[in-house]
């Protein structure tokens, strides 16, 4: 009898990722994507300049880190932005050269189009609530060798501007 319940709630619990603890399949599928990009990839804005991103998967692939440098940005302003996954959600923090921290949870991911929002859960370094910040962020996985992100400023607790750009994979 032992047994048969033991059996049971094993069943339960690999079948219940809630229980289990593990992260939902369109986090876990979202994250394997995200370290699909690693590596460097590059686009150049309508002036002109380079924006140039890399992605790497450190610490036994539990994070994927992003820095993003930019020829407008100037030097020493690098962002970095690390994801990760938190018990079963997948989430990011964007350390911005806006002088904060913004916190964002995967909202929605569609494998078949390649389609990832990420949406605002807080900020740490906000001088106050209606300062500026990247407030959503999304990808557009196109192809192994291209994807576009467009991430969201809110100032002032509304819509400022997006920076939406598209990169391209350095061989």
Not at 27 to 38: E, I, Q, T, Y
Not at 82 to 105: E, F
Not at 137 to 143: K, L, Q, R
């Amino acid at each position: 009898m032992k047994l048969r319940f033991l059996s049971l709630v094993l069943v339960l619990l690999s079948t219940c990722p809630s229980w289990a603890g593990s992260a939902n399949l369109n986090d876990l599928a979202a994250f394997d994507r995200l370290k699909s990009l690693a590596g460097n990839w590059e686009n150049t804005t309508a002036k002109g300049a380079k924006n140039r991103v890399t992605y790497e998967v450190v610490s036994g692939g539990s994070p994927v880190v992003e820095r993003f440098e930019g020829e407008e940005l100037g030097p020493g302003n690098a962002m970095i932005t690390v994801y990760y996954l938190d018990g079963n959600r997948l989430q990011l923090t964007h350390y911005c050269m806006a002088k904060n921290q913004p916190h964002m949870r995967a909202e929605a991911f569609n494998p078949a189009t390649g389609n990832l929002h990420f949406a605002f859960v807080n900020a740490t370094g906000l001088a106050s609530a209606d300062a500026g910040h990247m407030h959503n962020v999304d990808f557009h996985f196109i192809d192994a060798d291209h994807f576009s992100a467009d991430w969201q400023f809110y100032e002032a607790g509304k819509p400022k501007f997006n920076e939406a750009v598209q990169y391209t994979r350095v061989k």
